[in-house]
């Protein structure tokens, strides 16, 4: 699929340039992974040499503060890393003349809709990550018109932090766990997330001069939207079919759950511009949790 590319992502350890760095193997893909210390997004000083030495063909900006909690605490910090820092390597790029990927957030969205959010449909953060990452996507915008930039949504993986592994660590002691039930979404596995990146990847430096591929772009697991509730019942049968033992869903409110930053009740991506223009879908959520699962469990009982 993906043609030969010299592919630089920022962040090393992250769940998608993890998972970018597994899938572009086998794809005639060079994919050089760019992260602390020679890359750290609050030294913007560190950026342009760090990316200009590595000669890419094109960027992709996969690193972030992701905490979206200790963003309310620290957001200064949040902004220099999520938003100055990707318009200095959108800015980057484009001194490099290449194209640049920023992955993005359905957290730019306040969650009061109802039905999946379109790419054109209002921004209205509530969080710092949030804004953070929202500023983000107008450095980009400002600093190069070759950009595409990719808003996505509750990634999992069979590493780093997220929600599949914090569960699967809570279930080996509890028997029932109490889970937000009324806030939805659709988990995007991250595997399946770098697979559309060099997908679009493939596009923007194939076709150079088409606008269409350019923009802002929603890139989500497709299948059935879920509470985290609905998200950790569907961990927990996939945990059984392995042949461990049940653990129960108890759904609560948000509001049973407080945390220092408040989450979109409505985080529900419509990827139809990602298919009609770059030909890109996203497999189902539950198709990419099995796989994650078997990862999982197989490493877990392994000595
Ligand atoms: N996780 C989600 O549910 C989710 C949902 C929607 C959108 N997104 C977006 O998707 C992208 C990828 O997320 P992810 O889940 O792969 O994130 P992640 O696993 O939390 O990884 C974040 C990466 O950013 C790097 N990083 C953090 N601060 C940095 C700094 N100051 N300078 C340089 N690198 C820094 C980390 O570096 P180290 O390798 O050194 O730790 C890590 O590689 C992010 O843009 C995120 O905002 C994520």
Redesign the pocket.
């Known amino acids: 699929m993906a043609a030969a590319m010299r592919l630089v992502v ?8 993890t998972a970018l760095a597994e899938r572009a193997a086998g794809k005639g893909i060079t994919l050089i992974a760019c ?2 210390p020679e ?4 030294h913007p000083a560190s950026i342009a040499p760090a990316l200009s030495a590595l000669t890419p063909d094109i960027i992709v ?6 905490a979206v909690d200790r963003a309310e605490s620290e957001p200064e910090r949040a902004h220099a ?2 938003a100055a ?1 990707a318009g200095t390597v959108a800015t980057t790029a484009a001194m490099l003349g290449v194209p640049v990927i920023q ?5 730019v969205f306040d969650g009061s809709a109802t039905t999946p959010y379109r790419e054109s449909d209002p921004v209205a953060p509530l969080g710092v990550y949030g804004q953070s ?1 929202l500023a983000g996507e107008q450095a980009v915008m400002a600093a190069t018109g070759d950009h595409a930039i990719l ?6 993986s069979a590493t ?3 929600f599949v592994r914090t569960m699967l660590r809570l279930a080996e002691t509890r028997s029932g766990i109490s889970v937000v039930a009324d806030q939805i979404g659709r988990p ?1 596995p ?1 595997d399946d997330l770098a697979e559309a990146v060099l997908g679009v990847a493939a596009n923007l430096l194939s076709r150079r001069g088409e606008p269409a591929l350019r923009g802002i772009f929603h890139v989500g697991g497709t299948g059935d939207a879920v509470s985290w509730a609905g998200f950790a019942e569907a961990i927990f049968a996939e945990r059984v079919r392995r042949g461990a033992g049940a653990v129960s869903v108890r759904p609560i409110g948000a509001a049973d759950y407080p945390t220092p930053a408040r989450r979109p009740a409505w985080s529900v991506l419509d990827g139809a511009r990602l298919k009609e223009t770059h030909g890109i879908i996203l497999p189902d959520w539950r198709i990419g949790l099995a796989r994650c699962m078997d990862r999982l469990m197989t490493t877990e009982q392994a000595p």
């Open positions: 920022t962040g090393r350890h992250g769940q998608l340039a992260g602390r890359l750290a997004l609050e900006n996969a690193a972030a503060w992701t890393i999520n820092g992955i993005s957030t359905d957290y990452k808003r996505t949504s509750w990634v999992f780093g932090q997220n995007t991250a």
